[in-house]
């Protein structure tokens, strides 16, 4: 059995990855690289550059905390395969956590040359993986050279979207974000000033606090509310 066939049978039940069209199935099976990665050591850390997509097969991976003062785990992932990495697509920015292996972990990993050299050559697919991150953010993703194009309070309340909910369900105790992450070329692209006013009014409506550089985020809901508009409406 070749690697491709017993990773297919891998991902046979996976909803998102049966979805694909056929032609990118075969294209992840062919550039993915099984990690073995054993416990306390590091999938990848935190500043490090984008380093492409994973398909989580056994075991758990956790997160560090953003601050060092906060004490609690986020969670581990329940479901597998779980795919993350996708977040690097739509930023410019580096790795934003430590992710570490709780235990014995098997990874598939498609390097990040090889991911963006196959949506330079079929950027039809942009829109699966769209979908993908779609479906943790619980709002639509616009393509890429249209974030921008989002009024000003819609585009902070996406950015901090991205931020803190960009991995999902295994990170959902870990809704703290640096100011220092906010800025980016292709997700906010606004001036410091204007960005304060906008979370000045979203520390206001209860949506998130602000603690000296630290942004938490009170409410996923109604910041979900806040991204609401045509380009990130999800359509059923």
């Known amino acids: 059995m070749t690697?491709?066939?017993?990773?297919?049978?891998?991902?046979?039940?996976?909803?998102?990855?049966n979805d694909l069209p056929a032609s990118l199935q075969?294209?992840?099976?062919?550039?993915m690289r099984q990690r073995r990665v054993t416990p306390g050591r590091f999938v990848f850390e935190r500043d490090e550059p984008a380093c492409g997509l994973y398909a989580l097969l056994a075991g758990s991976i956790r997160f560090n905390q953003v601050s060092q003062q906060q004490h609690w785990l986020p969670q581990t992932a329940t479901a597998r395969p779980y795919w993350f990495g996708e977040?690097?697509?739509?930023?410019?920015?580096?790795?934003?956590?430590d992710i570490y292996a709780q235990d014995?972990?098997?990874?598939?990993?498609?390097?990040q040359a090889a991911f963006e050299q196959l949506l330079q050559q079929y950027p039809q697919h942009w829109r699966s993986f769209r979908k993908l991150l779609a479906e943790k953010l619980g709002v639509a993703v616009p393509p890429?050279?249209?974030?921008?194009?989002?009024?000003?309070?819609?585009r902070v309340a996406f950015r901090l979207l991205l931020l803190t909910e960009g991995y999902g369900e295994i990170d959902r105790?870990?809704?703290i974000v640096s100011i220092h992450d906010l800025p980016s070329k292709r997700g906010l692209g606004l001036t410091p000033e204007v960005v304060d006013r906008v979370l000045g009014q979203f520390a206001e409506r209860g949506i998130i606090r602000r603690d000296h550089d630290f942004i938490s985020v009170l409410n996923v809901d109604r910041l979900r509310r806040a991204a609401r508009h045509r380009l990130t409406e999800l359509t059923l």
Not at 3 to 13: A, D, F, I, Q
Not at 144 to 154: A, G, I, R
Request: net charge negative; hydrophobic share 35%.
């Open 87 to 97: 977040v690097s697509l739509f930023d410019d920015r580096p790795r934003r956590h």
């Open 144 to 154: 890429v050279d249209e974030v921008t194009l989002l009024p000003t309070d819609e």
């Open 3 to 17: 690697n491709g066939t017993r990773w297919r049978s891998w991902l046979s039940h996976d909803h998102w990855f």
């Open 104 to 111: 014995q972990v098997i990874l598939l990993q498609m390097p």
């Open 26 to 31: 075969d294209s992840l099976l062919l550039g």
């Open 173 to 175: 105790s870990t809704r």
